[in-house]
C-alpha cells in the first residue's frame, strides 16, 4: 500500500482526474461495499492492511477515510511495561513491517534515534498511522522515563484513546500513575493491555487488582489468561466465550486457533444459540464503548508482546470500544464552524527538509501551499509539503482533512503548543463566537482565551550545567543547536549566566541533559564540554521587610528621577512568580502610565535571589509610594524598583527551598536493608513499604541533591536487581545546617 501512495505522490500532479478514476472507479466501488460500519466478529487476521478480500482500498480512503473509521490512540505506561515492543507487534500484524522489531537488538520502527536503540528506551513519542480492517489508526508511541514527562504530555493533549500498557508481574507502577493522571487530565478514555504474561512472577489477579486499587478504576475483564508466567499460552475471550490458543511452532504469532470454551450436542440449539449470542454481544459491545467513553470502567485485555501472543485481540478492541475524533467532545471546535483549527503538538528538525511540525487537525482542511495563521506566534507561514507519518519514513499526500494527523513542511516559526487556523480573521471570528458565548453564560472573556488556544503545561527545570563550545568560533553553531533542539523539546531551558556569560542548560533530570549532549554531538557534529550537574534551587524570605531606594541619573540634558518604596512579605500559598500589590497611597495616574515598568523591575530582580542567585518563590511585593520626576524614562523605573527589591530581599531573613523528589524503589527482600541504610544517609524520608509478590517496593521522599548518581549506587548495592523511578514531588525548605553547608561549599554565607 505504501508503493502505490508514494507512487500516486510522485505523479498526482501528472496524472489526469480521468485517469485516477478510470483506473481506481471498480476497486473504490468493491472496497466501500466492503467497508462495514462494525467490525465483524469473525476473526481473520491474516490479511494485509491494504487489501480487503483480494481488492485494494480506494486512494481516497487511504489519504482521507471516513473520520468515523480514525482511532487517534497512545500507547503509555511505566518503563519497561513494554509499549515498543506492542507497537513492533502490532505494526508486523497490520502489515507496515516485514519482520519483527525488537528493542534488544535495536531495530524498532518507533524507536529510530541512535540514543533510543543504544539504551532500549523510548525518548520521543513516534506518530505511526496504519491500517486495521478498514480502521485508520494514527499511534503514538511515548515514553515512559520520568525525564520525558513532557512528552507523554503533549502526545495526550491530542489523542482520542490510550492504551495503558502493564507489566503483569508489577502491576501498577509510580510512572503508570504519573500518565493515568495526565490521562485523568485530558479526559481520555483508554483500555488495559496486561502485557508480560510469560514472565515470571506474572499474576493477573494481582494486577487487575492493583489497577483496581491504586488508579481507582473498574476494570472490565474482557479476556482471561490460559496459563501464567511460563505455562501462559493463549487467553479466553469472555464475551464470545472461546479460547484464543497460539501455535507454538509459529514463529511470529499470526497463526492461532479458536476453539469454543464447551461445544453443546445438539446442533439445532447450538445453532439458535449462537445467533441468539451474536445479537447480544453486539449490544454487549455498544455498552462496553459506551462505558469507556463515558469512562466509567476500563476494558482489560492480556497477553505477552514479547512472544507474539494477545496482540491481535488488542488491535480489535482499539477499534472496537476507544472512541473517533467525531465522538470526543472538543469544546472550543464550535467557536471554529468548520474552518480550519490544528495544534501543533511536536516539533521535529530534519536534515533535508528542515523543521517538521506534527499537527492533530480538529476541524477544516489541509493542503500542501495553503496559508497559515499561527494565534500564538501571530504570524502567517505557508505549508510547502504534507507528509503522512510512517515513524521516520514520510509519505506526501495532496490533502487531510479533520481528525488525522499530519506532517508538515515549510513552517518556519510554529512550536510545540502553538494554535493553527487558516487566517487571522477566521481566528478573530471565533474569538468574537466565544466572547458571545461566554456573556451568555456569565464566563470571563479569559476562558473563551484558554479553549482557543489549549497547549501544553511545561514543567519548570530541576537540573542544570553549564555547555561549552569547542572553541569560541563555534558559539554560534552551538546556539544554533540549542534552539532547534528548544523548538522541539520545550521543556529544554537555555539561558546565560549573567556573571560568567557562560551558557547554561537547564533539564528534567540527569538523563534528559545527559541525551540533548550527545543529540548536539551526533546531529549537530559539536563536540560540547558540560560543566557538573547542579540542582535547581530556590529562595523565600522568612518575614516582612521595608525598602526605599532613589536614583538619580542625569543622561545628557535630561534628569531622570525616581523614588521607591515598598514591602516585601512571605505569602503561604505557592507562586513560583512573585504576587505584586500596590497601596492605596500610590497615585493611580502615576501607576497607570509606569505599571508595566514597575512590573518588569519586580519580576527581573525575582529572578536571581541573595543566597545563591536562585529565582525567589512564594514572595508578595507591596508597592507603598511611587515618585518620578517628569521626563523620566521606563528604563530608569525599572532599574530603580528592581535595585529596591534586591535591597529588600537582602535585608530579610532568607531561606533556601531545595526540590524533593518522590522515590520508588522495587527491590527483593534480601536487598531492602542496605538500601534502606542507604536512603537515611542520604536524607531520605521512607513513607512506607509494600508488598509486590516477592519484592518490596520502598516509597518515601528524597533531596534531589543526594540521588544524583543513585541508579550506580543502587546496582552495585542490590548486585542489579533493584529498580527505581522518581517524579518531583515540590519544593521544600532546607534545615539550617543543611542549608549553611550548601553555602559554604558554594563559597557563599549565611
Not at 28 to 34: G, K, N, Q
Not at 190 to 215: P, Q, W
Not at 503 to 525: A, N, S, W
Not at 566 to 585: G, M, N, Q
Amino acid at each position: 500500500m505504501l508503493s502505490n501512495l508514494r507512487i500516486f505522490a510522485v505523479n498526482h500532479k501528472k496524472m489526469s482526474r480521468l485517469h485516477i478514476n478510470n483506473m481506481y472507479c471498480s476497486k473504490i466501488r468493491a472496497s466501500l461495499e466492503r467497508l462495514k460500519p462494525h467490525v465483524p466478529l469473525g476473526k481473520n487476521y491474516s490479511s494485509l492492511p491494504g487489501l480487503i478480500g483480494n481488492d485494494i482500498k480506494s486512494l481516497q480512503s487511504i489519504i482521507n477515510p471516513p473520520i468515523a473509521k480514525i482511532r487517534n490512540i497512545g500507547i503509555m505506561a511505566h518503563i519497561d511495561a513494554g509499549k515498543t515492543t506492542t507497537t513492533e507487534r502490532i505494526l508486523y500484524y497490520s502489515g507496515y513491517t516485514r519482520s519483527l522489531g525488537d528493542v534488544d537488538d535495536g531495530d524498532t520502527v518507533t524507536d529510530f534515534m541512535a540514543q533510543e536503540r543504544e539504551r532500549g528506551i523510548t525518548i520521543q513519542s513516534a506518530a505511526v498511522t496504519f491500517d486495521w480492517k478498514g480502521y485508520r489508526v494514527n499511534l503514538i508511541d511515548t515514553p515512559g522515563h520520568v525525564d520525558f514527562t513532557l512528552e507523554v504530555e503533549r502526545c495526550l493533549r491530542v489523542l482520542d484513546g490510550a492504551v495503558a500498557v502493564f507489566d503483569a508481574s508489577a502491576g501498577v507502577e509510580a510512572q503508570t500513575l504519573t500518565v493515568w493522571r495526565q490521562a485523568d487530565k485530558h479526559k481520555i478514555p483508554r483500555i488495559c493491555f496486561l502485557n508480560k504474561m510469560d514472565k515470571t512472577g506474572a499474576s493477573f489477579n494481582y494486577a487487575v487488582e492493583s489497577i483496581r486499587e491504586k488508579l481507582k478504576a473498574k476494570p472490565l475483564l474482557l479476556q482471561l489468561p490460559i496459563g501464567e508466567a511460563k505455562t501462559f499460552k493463549g487467553v479466553v475471550d469472555v464475551i464470545s466465550k472461546e479460547k484464543l490458543l497460539w501455535n507454538p511452532s509459529s514463529g511470529d504469532g499470526k497463526d492461532f486457533e479458536r476453539k469454543p470454551v464447551s461445544e453443546m450436542s445438539d446442533p439445532k440449539l447450538l445453532k439458535e444459540t449462537t445467533e441468539a449470542r451474536n445479537a447480544l454481544i453486539e449490544q454487549l459491545q455498544t455498552a462496553i464503548h459506551r462505558v469507556t467513553l463515558a469512562q466509567t470502567a476500563v476494558p482489560v485485555l492480556c497477553g505477552s508482546a514479547l512472544k507474539n501472543k494477545g496482540v491481535q485481540p488488542l488491535l480489535d478492541a482499539i477499534t472496537m470500544y476507544l472512541p473517533s475524533p467525531e465522538e470526543r467532545n472538543y469544546e472550543f471546535l464550535q467557536w471554529y464552524k468548520g474552518d480550519l483549527c490544528a495544534l501543533a503538538f511536536k516539533v521535529l528538525h530534519d536534515k533535508q527538509r528542515g523543521p517538521l511540525v506534527f499537527m492533530r487537525i480538529y476541524s477544516g482542511m489541509i493542503k500542501p501551499q495553503l496559508a497559515i495563521h499561527n494565534i500564538n506566534g501571530n504570524c502567517t507561514e505557508r505549508i510547502s509539503r504534507l507528509l503522512l507519518p510512517f515513524a521516520d519514513q514520510h509519505v506526501e499526500i495532496p490533502s487531510l482533512t479533520a481528525g488525522n494527523i499530519a506532517l508538515t513542511v515549510g513552517l518556519k516559526h510554529t512550536a510545540t503548543g502553538d494554535t493553527i487556523v487558516s487566517s487571522k480573521s477566521s481566528a478573530l471570528a471565533a474569538a468574537r463566537r466565544a466572547e458571545r458565548e461566554g456573556e451568555k453564560k456569565h464566563r470571563q472573556n479569559g476562558e473563551a482565551e484558554r479553549l482557543l488556544l489549549a497547549g501544553v503545561e511545561i514543567p519548570e527545570p530541576v537540573f542544570f550545567c553549564t555547555i561549552e563550545p569547542p572553541s569560541v568560533s563555534k558559539q554560534p553553531d552551538l546556539d544554533h543547536a540549542l534552539k532547534c533542539l528548544q523548538r522541539e523539546d520545550p521543556s529544554l531551558k537555555v539561558r546565560l549566566d549573567p556573571d560568567s556569560g557562560q551558557t547554561v542548560l537547564c533539564g528534567m533530570g540527569e538523563l534528559h541533559i545527559e541525551i540533548i549532549h550527545d543529540r548536539i554531538k551526533r546531529e549537530y557534529g559539536l563536540e560540547t564540554y558540560l560543566g557538573p550537574l547542579q540542582v535547581a534551587y530556590r529562595e523565600t524570605i522568612l518575614n516582612s521587610v521595608r525598602a526605599t531606594d532613589t536614583l538619580d541619573r542625569t543622561l545628557g540634558d535630561k534628569r531622570h528621577l525616581v523614588t521607591v518604596e515598598l514591602e516585601a512579605k512571605p505569602i503561604e500559598t505557592s507562586s513560583v512568580t512573585p504576587v505584586i500589590e500596590y497601596a492605596d497611597s500610590v497615585n493611580e495616574d502615576i501607576l497607570k502610565a509606569s505599571q508595566e515598568a514597575i512590573e518588569n523591575g519586580i519580576h527581573s530582580s525575582c529572578l536571581q535571589g541573595p543566597l545563591l542567585g536562585s529565582p525567589i518563590q512564594d514572595v508578595a511585593i507591596t508597592l507603598h509610594s511611587l515618585k518620578i520626576h517628569p521626563g523620566t524614562s521606563s528604563t530608569m523605573i525599572s532599574a530603580c524598583v528592581s535595585r529596591c527589591v534586591q535591597k529588600a530581599l537582602k535585608k530579610a531573613d532568607k531561606q533556601v527551598l531545595e526540590p524533593l523528589m518522590n522515590l520508588e524503589v522495587t527491590v527483593t527482600r534480601d536487598y531492602l536493608s542496605p538500601v534502606l541504610a542507604d536512603l537515611a544517609q542520604r536524607r531520605g524520608n521512607i513513607q512506607e513499604i509494600q508488598t509486590r509478590q516477592d519484592n518490596r517496593v520502598v516509597i518515601g521522599f528524597v533531596p534531589l541533591a543526594e540521588i544524583m548518581g543513585y541508579s550506580t549506587v543502587l546496582r552495585t548495592l542490590t548486585s542489579g536487581s533493584a529498580t527505581f523511578a522518581l517524579e518531583l514531588s515540590n519544593y521544600q525548605a532546607m534545615s539550617p545546617q543543611d542549608q549553611s553547608t550548601l553555602l559554604s561549599r558554594r563559597g557563599g554565607s549565611t
